[in-house]
């Protein structure tokens, strides 16, 4: 019921974290990148001033918390300028790097100019598969660049992608994040959207190899309790119910690409029905309250059946749009990774291929492995 | 668990700040956020610097002077055991 003076549309929800995405120039190329498969080039790159704005209008939404990511944020000069201007809006500014090139003197230009914390990187504890799955093998860098975050007191994340070419070695990823002092470690299985799902068969594990992973996983967190914190995030097809991605739609996160488009998620502009609105021309409160992409699948109304009669639809929101899309050609599906959507046999297809080809992974170069493309600049 | 003996101080990762939107407190780590009670933040902005927490405890029953002296002894042991359940706090134990 709706009296003389209410709003008629509910409130946009707040968000709480910007991923800022300051450039697709890359040192590495890894083959799930979430990076879009058609990279922009580098002279279409926001400039300081204009993140600097986008910095400001997240704040005034309710953003706490900026993730400078990329690509590799390390290819922007100006990003101490970035973090001095994340800072000046009060935001918690947290560096997503692959820790290429090392380099003491900028990180400590970085600390000073405010940065709260480093995100690492690591594709593989072993040079091989590192070259396999990154097209090179940079360990040495990025221990370097782990060594100089600990030594200025930055506090450091891992951030693991895992894949059937690294699962195996998660022990060793738990050993290296002790090792280097990192205060958490993120083990997140691949998402298969974008380049992920172009190199699928490659790279999906075995439920065997994963469920050994995750017990791994879960007897590091328990045993590491308020010294570091281990997250396992399944990959969606093993989850039988989706989770809420990006905490739902339009909901808790922000993302704004190198060039300017405001997104939900990453892989928003796969979805090309949608128009994506560019924070040159509007701004982000406009964009977060009012453009209709950012209202299309906000909340419940829009859900269909199953989802719509199910008790589970505030908690995920009928799972990912854009994985909905890839699969199954309608964004407004069900994801096919819940066992109750319409198509999920897609996802079982995939699944039981992934067990099939159980033999160990074959040694690079590997045919059937489509790297990113190393955007210019 | 951590009792009065122990020294403690928010990890190096914590930043605290007010947050205009929700009027409170909010405590900040990397790819989380608290937000906090009244109590918390009283006890929180206390740990900026290291502090016996026995100390910690003498400051916060000089602000509230209404509650019993047990009652804010086990709020602020409880507040910094969860604190330190996730990793936020350095700790000292004699
Ligand atoms: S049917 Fe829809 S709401 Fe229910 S669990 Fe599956 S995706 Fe979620």
């Known amino acids: 019921m709706t009296s003389a003076g209410e709003p008629l549309v509910t409130p946009a929800p707040r968000p709480y974290a910007l991923v800022a995405e300051l450039t697709y120039r890359c040192p590495l190329a890894c083959a799930y990148c979430s990076n879009p498969l058609e990279l922009g080039d580098a002279s279409t790159e926001l400039d300081t001033a204009t993140w600097g704005r986008v910095f400001r209008e997240a704040a005034e939404l309710g953003v706490l918390q900026v993730n400078l990511s990329g690509g590799e944020p390390l290819a922007r000069s100006d990003l101490e300028a970035l973090v001095a201007e994340a800072r000046a809006s009060e935001l918690y500014v947290n560096l997503i790097t692959s820790g290429i090139p090392a380099d003491a003197a900028r990180l400590e230009r970085l600390t000073r100019a405010g940065l709260d914390s480093l995100q690492l990187s690591v594709q593989d504890t072993d040079a091989g598969g590192a070259a396999w799955i990154a097209g090179r093998d940079a360990n040495e860098s990025k221990l370097r660049t782990a060594a100089t975050a600990r030594s200025l007191g930055l506090p450091l994340t891992l951030n693991v992608v895992l894949h059937r070419g690294n699962i195996a070695r998660v022990p060793a990823f738990v050993a290296l994040a002790e090792e280097l002092g990192a205060t958490r470690l993120e083990l997140a299985n691949t998402q298969y959207l974008g380049w992920a799902l172009e190199n699928r068969a490659a790279l999906l594990p075995s439920r065997s190899a994963l469920e050994e992973a995750r017990r791994v996983a879960r007897e590091a967190a328990e045993r590491l309790r308020g010294r570091i914190e281990v997250l396992f995030v399944l990959p969606d097809y093993y989850a039988d119910l989706p989770r809420a991605c990006m905490d739902g739609w339009a909901r808790r996160y922000l993302v704004v690409t190198p060039n300017g488009l405001a997104l939900p998620c990453h892989q928003a502009t796969s979805i090309t029905t949608l128009e994506w609105q560019n924070v040159r021309e509007h701004a982000l409160p406009a964009i977060w309250h009012e453009s209709p992409a950012f209202r299309a699948f906000r909340g419940e109304d829009w859900l269909p059946e199953p989802c719509r009669s199910c008790e589970r639809r505030a908690i995920d929101f009928g799972g990912c749009r854009c994985q909905a899309l890839a699969l199954t050609g309608d964004v407004t599906a069900t994801d096919p990774a819940c066992v109750h959507a319409p198509r999920h046999d897609l996802v079982v297809a995939a699944r039981l291929r992934a067990d099939a080809g159980s033999e160990p992974v074959p040694e690079a170069p590997r045919p059937l492995l489509k790297l990113r493309r190393r955007a210019a600049g | ?94």
């Open chain 2, 1 to 94: 668990m951590i009792d009065a003996k122990a020294r403690v101080r928010l990890a190096a990762r914590v930043r605290l700040r007010f947050d205009r939107r929700s009027g409170k407190v909010v405590l900040l780590y990397p790819e989380r956020g608290l937000e906090l009670n009244e109590s918390g933040a009283r006890i929180a902005e206390l740990c900026v610097e290291t502090r016996g927490v026995g100390e910690l405890i003498e400051l916060v029953a000089a602000r509230v002077s209404d509650a019993p002296r047990a009652v804010i002894e086990r709020d602020v042991l409880d507040f910094l055991n969860a604190l330190d359940a996730r990793g936020l706090l350095e700790v000292t134990r004699s």
